[in-house]
């Protein structure tokens, strides 16, 4: 899809006008116009109830008196003024499926008048643009007949913006696109089946990067290295795999100061997760190909800051592999070392994300850090706590904290924070080691990320539980490609 701001009058030829009307017979500034250009045709349409203004109607209108435009889709918004970002994403879906019902080749969109509680014309456009990309995405790669679901002739959109707003609306739009870029890749892989997606084909993914662009290295570590590493609690889940794990390191540099500190992501990539010896239950287990979504989403918000040319220095830290039930996998009560010496008690083999992560977090320290920010579906305590709207949150460091919050304030890709005090770390005692790898039922979010704290002594560190965000099961069953928005978000503002 391609998109382009600029001033639009209403009276020009196009495929279709999008105008806005309100409740209470309330119409839009372009609306306004378009009534008076067509005899009040629009005032006749509210008077007589077909348009109500009602959020998310839409109504499609052809061959309208005295309009140069083909055709006018007329979307309602609710009462004026009282618009969240959560509706006007819901109302551009709407948009964006009406769009594909018709033969439209573009749409010049007045939406851009729409006034957002709190948010900027920037805001406006940004949102407008992810929505419809993730309106459009299709996953077909494995179909047979490639016809697409939701097929549609619109190629443009096209923003009406006064000229003193161009710059913005333009950055928006560009900011937007790398956005959906990086979601687009995040649910490409996250999608993809597992015996395709195993680790080799996501250690793969992290050198084709590294082909985009000459700021981008990747290396590539396989079990024997790992082994040099001391990487012992990563190797002990997947001892019982058949395909080999990998850790994929994918660096970016393009900081001003070559020697500025990186951020660091760190990605959990299981991909695909039976529970080991401790088998997980048949119903749904085909969803186990989603633990590896935070890998997904870190490969994708990398990809797109790269994409975008972020004044910044990256590293992205992507464990990966596979938690099978084979004669050779670990058992509960096994003890493992981890890489920093560490001794964990393995109660749980379906604990494991968290034991590939802290092998991860403790290779992570050795690029001395800004700032670690790991990425994990990692406990079903977290969809509990949270449900399905927003992540969780924990951290060593507020202020990082506080920097997330705000980029998933600013990003509408939700985040709460959870509190990891002390007293958590004493659910982790093990009689026969260091720690033991789970904490029982209570506040298992929370235990889980208490488990790696241990692992971050060292820098500033934050987590992110995104067990409930990351997929949508049902009808609607698919990655969501969260929180790529967050991360870029977050990522950008550090950049500026």
Known sequence: ????????????????????????????????????????????LVESGELSGK?????????????????????????????????????????????????AKSAVSFLTEIPLNQRALYWNIRFAVETIEQDLYQ???????????????LSEVIFNVGADELASAEQAIQHA???????????????????????TYLADKALNLAETSPLI???????????????????????????????????????????????????????FDAGGISLKPAADMDEMKYDMCGAASVIGAFAAAAKAKLPINLTAIVPTCENMPDAAASKPGDVVTAMNGTTIEILNTDAEG??????????AEQFKPAAVVDV?????????????????LLTNTQELADEILAASRQSGDKAWQLPLFAEYREQLKSNFADLQNIGGRPAGTITAAAFLSHFTENYPWAHLDIAGTAWKSGKEKGATGRPVPLLLQFLRNRAE
């Open 1 to 44: 899809m391609k998109y382009s701001a600029q001033h639009y009058a209403v009276n020009q030829a196009a495929d279709c006008l999008i105008v806005s009307i309100f409740e209470e017979k309330n119409l839009s500034q372009s609306a306004v116009e378009i009534n008076e250009i067509s005899d009040n045709y629009l005032l006749h």
């Open 55 to 103: 959020l998310g109607q839409t109504t499609l209108l052809r061959n309208m008196p005295n309009l140069a435009a083909e055709r006018l889709l007329v979307v309602g918004c609710g009462k004026r003024g009282e618009l969240n970002e959560r509706q006007f994403k819901q109302l551009m879906q709407k948009t964006a499926q009406a769009l594909k019902e018709t033969q």
């Open 139 to 153: 996953f077909t790669q494995f179909k047979s007949q490639k016809t697409a679901e939701k097929s549609t002739a």
């Open 177 to 199: 696109s790398a956005i959906a870029l990086g979601v687009r890749l995040a649910k490409d892989v996250a999608n993809c089946p597992p015996n395709v997606c195993n680790p």
């Open 217 to 271: 290295k990747t290396t590539i570590i396989n079990e024997a290295e790992m082994e040099k590493l001391g990487m012992g609690a990563y190797l002990a889940v997947s001892r019982g795999a058949h395909n080999e794990a990998k850790l994929a390191i994918m660096e970016y540099r393009n900081a001003p100061n070559p020697n500025a500190k990186p951020i660091v992501l760190v990605g959990k990539g299981l991909t």
């Open 354 to 363: 968290r034991l590939i992560l802290c092998d991860a977090l403790s290779h």
């Open 376 to 392: 994990a579906t990692l406990t079903g305590a977290c969809i509990i706590a949270l449900g399905h709207v927003a992540s969780g």
